[in-house]
C-alpha cells in the first residue's frame, strides 16, 4: 500500500480513471472504489447495483452510488457477467467510506475479455504515478 496524501492505493489491484478497481481472483474479477473516490464523495447514503447474470461493459456505467454529495455511475473497470453483487451495501452503503478496498466491495464478474482489457486501465505503479499528478503529491 501506498499514501499519496490522504489517499491509499493498494498493491495488487489494477485502476480506472474513474476512480474504481478491479482485483482479479482466479476466474473472476471484483470492482471497488478507490479510496480518493470515496473520499471525493463524502458519506455514501445510497448505492444502485445490477443484479447476478447481468452483463457489463469495460467503460460503460451499471449502477450509481449517491453520497450527501453527488450522485455517480459506477463505471466498470473490464467487461463481464456478475457472478455477485454485494448485497451487504443496499442496506449499508457507508461501508463503501470506511472499508473502500475490503467489505465495500461492490460487483463480483466473470470477466468475458480479461487479458485485452487489463491493458486499458492502469497498474498500481502507474495509478501511483497518476494519483501523485492529480493530488500534486509528486
Same mark, same amino acid.
Given at each position: 500500500?501506498?499514501?499519496?496524501?490522504?489517499?491509499?492505493?493498494?498493491?495488487?489491484?489494477?485502476?480506472?480513471? =474513474?476512480?474504481?478497481?478491479? *482485483?482479479?481472483?482466479?476466474?473472476?474479477?471484483?470492482?471497488?472504489?478507490?479510496?480518493?473516490?470515496?473520499?471525493?464523495? *463524502?458519506?455514501?447514503?445510497?448505492?444502485?447495483?445490477?443484479?447476478?447474470g447481468d452483463e457489463v461493459t469495460?467503460?460503460?456505467?451499471?449502477?450509481s452510488i449517491e453520497s450527501v454529495?453527488?450522485?455517480?455511475?459506477?463505471?466498470?473497470?473490464?467487461?463481464?457477467?456478475?457472478?455477485?453483487?454485494?448485497?451487504?451495501?443496499?442496506?449499508?452503503?457507508?461501508?463503501?467510506?470506511?472499508?473502500?478496498?475490503? *467489505?465495500?466491495?461492490?460487483?463480483?464478474?466473470?470477466?468475458?475479455?480479461?487479458?485485452? =482489457?487489463?491493458?486499458?486501465?492502469?497498474?498500481?505503479?502507474a495509478a501511483v504515478e497518476w494519483?501523485?499528478?492529480?493530488? *500534486?503529491?509528486?
Amino acid at each position: 500500500m501506498v499514501k499519496i496524501g490522504e489517499y491509499e492505493i493498494r498493491e495488487g489491484l489494477c485502476y480506472h480513471k =474513474e476512480h474504481f478497481w478491479a *482485483k482479479v481472483e482466479k476466474d473472476a474479477v471484483r470492482f471497488g472504489a478507490t479510496d480518493y473516490g470515496q473520499q471525493a464523495l *463524502k458519506e455514501v447514503i445510497f448505492v444502485e447495483l445490477p443484479s447476478v447474470g447481468d452483463e457489463v461493459t469495460q467503460n460503460e456505467p451499471y449502477g450509481s452510488i449517491e453520497s450527501v454529495k453527488a450522485v455517480v455511475d459506477l463505471i466498470a473497470p473490464v467487461s463481464g457477467s456478475i457472478k455477485e453483487v454485494n448485497e451487504e451495501l443496499l442496506d449499508t452503503p457507508d461501508i463503501i467510506n470506511s472499508d473502500p478496498y475490503g *467489505k465495500g466491495w461492490l460487483i463480483l464478474v466473470t470477466p468475458s475479455n480479461l487479458e485485452e =482489457e487489463t491493458n486499458n486501465i492502469m497498474t498500481f505503479e502507474a495509478a501511483v504515478e497518476w494519483y501523485k499528478e492529480i493530488t *500534486k503529491e509528486g
